[in-house]
């Protein structure tokens, strides 16, 4: 065997090695990447909001209406914004997350629950402002209502209307509402 040909051997050979080397490496890029998507596919939305708490975010609602101000509260059904106030100082709203259509100013971090108090439902939420017998605005697809919540049912408000000439009771289904808003 001459030189020349010992020497063609190990090129290809090492070309060989190289291309395997190279084969293992994508290889173990891709089932990372394929990781990395399985593990961001398992995180729910309210651990990314647990990890926002204390930051200003812009929740979008379905009504359209979009609501500025930074993040107090997040439980499994609803969170609690600390939002500036048109006529100046802060007001906080109670949003049902199932009135959430978009977030903006939401890390990429996730945080899981550790607390108990994070699956307080929106009933419990509600049930505490009808005990303090609070004035709150209660924002539907529909309207906009000023009044008190008089009981709170599984998945419904009683509100004592304030702003009707005559007071009356609207039965507000959760499913319509947008948000609850001290006044």
Request: charged fraction near 30%; hydrophobic fraction near 40%; glycine fraction near 8%.
């Amino acid at each position: 065997m001459r030189g020349s040909d010992t020497s063609r051997w190990t090129l290809l050979f090492a070309d060989l090695e190289a291309q395997l080397v190279a084969e293992e490496a994508a290889e173990r890029e891709g089932a990372v990447a394929e990781l990395t998507r399985a593990e961001q596919a398992s995180v729910p939305l309210v651990d990314r909001l647990r990890a926002a708490r204390g930051r200003p975010l812009r929740l979008d609602l379905r009504d359209g209406e979009s609501l500025e101000g930074r993040l107090e509260r997040v439980a499994t059904e609803w969170v609690q914004i600390d939002a500036r106030s048109p006529r100046g100082g802060h007001r906080q709203h109670v949003v049902p997350l199932s009135a959430v259509v978009g977030i903006t100013g939401l890390g990429r971090h996730a945080v899981p629950s550790a607390a108990r108090t994070d699956r307080l439902g929106l009933g419990t939420a509600l049930r505490g402002l009808q005990r303090d017998r609070a004035r709150v605005q209660v924002r539907t697809t529909a309207h906009v209502v000023l009044g008190r919540i008089a009981r709170v049912g599984a998945d419904h408000l009683d509100l004592e209307e304030l702003d009707a000439a005559r007071p009356s009771v609207r039965v507000v289904p959760f499913t319509a509402l947008v948000r609850v808003s001290e006044t």
